[in-house]
């Protein structure tokens, strides 16, 4: 069973917010939201996380909904380098340690 | 630091044959995961270790193997290649502290099965 849902595709022009929103309806008390990046077929590189409150950090910001059914991240002013495709994670906690479920992500293109 | 590194970066291999991908961190980090990808697809879980002699099974373990007798070494073994294991392998490591639980990954393996 998905974990998250996130839109297949997004455009944002270069400059702008980009704005990702995530579905995690199902999520759980004690289940962290990440959020990586993937550029082409790199491997992905971590952006953020949060539990219940929104955070920021240098590269993005995390706005988690009161009732963490969803949240949405932030990339306040979109180059043409954050052109990739952005995975909603949900962090479960697992028999020793956690387990991370990828979606499907969301390719974000970048337009100049 | 040179982060997690993978060997080999691309592989071909025909049905049945067998091979290890290797991964190695110098983080020092305790938690070490392999992942595979199929195309358009998310990351899916294959097994994951807390240290040193200590493994667990993930979302997809079957035609898989691991081990884990050191911190930094933490290889995968495909027995029996088959078609179905087409797919770019991932090795991630972590340092657990509190609700922190940012993984690395490295570059990748990308292994097709004739």
């Known amino acids: 069973d998905a974990k998250t849902t996130q839109p297949p595709s997004m455009d944002c022009a270069e400059g702008r917010a980009a704005n990702l929103p995530c579905n995690h309806s199902?999520?759980?008390?004690?289940?962290?939201v990440y959020w990586y990046r993937q550029i082409h077929s790199q491997g992905p590189q971590y952006i953020i996380h949060?539990?219940?409150n929104n955070e920021t950090n240098e590269m993005a910001s995390l706005i988690i909904t009161e009732d963490r059914k969803s949240s949405t991240l932030i990339l306040p002013h979109a180059t043409l380098r954050d052109t990739a495709v952005y995975y909603c994670?949900?962090?479960?906690?697992?028999?020793?340690?956690?387990?991370?479920?990828f979606g499907t992500g969301t390719s974000l293109t970048v337009i100049p | 630091n040179a982060g997690v590194t993978q060997t080999p970066k691309f592989r071909i291999l025909k049905i049945g044959q067998s091979m290890t991908l290797q991964c190695t961190q110098d983080?020092?980090?305790?938690?070490m995961y392999w992942y595979r990808q199929d195309p358009g697809m998310g990351l899916k879980l294959i097994y994951y270790?807390?240290?040193?002699?200590?493994?667990d099974k993930g979302e997809v373990p079957n035609g898989y193997n691991v081990s884990r007798s050191t911190t930094e070494d933490f290889p995968l073994r495909l027995e029996l290649a088959a078609p179905s294991q087409t797919s770019v392998y991932f090795c991630?490591?972590?340092?657990?502290?509190?609700?922190?639980?940012?993984?690395?990954f490295g570059p990748g393996t990308r292994l097709t099965v004739l």
């Open positions: 991630a490591s972590s340092y657990q502290a509190g609700g922190t639980d940012t993984q690395y």
């Open positions: 199902t999520i759980s008390g004690n289940e962290y």
């Open positions: 949060g539990l219940k």
């Open positions: 994670i949900v962090r479960v906690p697992f028999k020793r340690g956690n387990q991370f479920y």
């Open positions: 983080m020092n980090h305790n938690y």
């Open positions: 270790s807390v240290g040193a002699g200590i493994t």
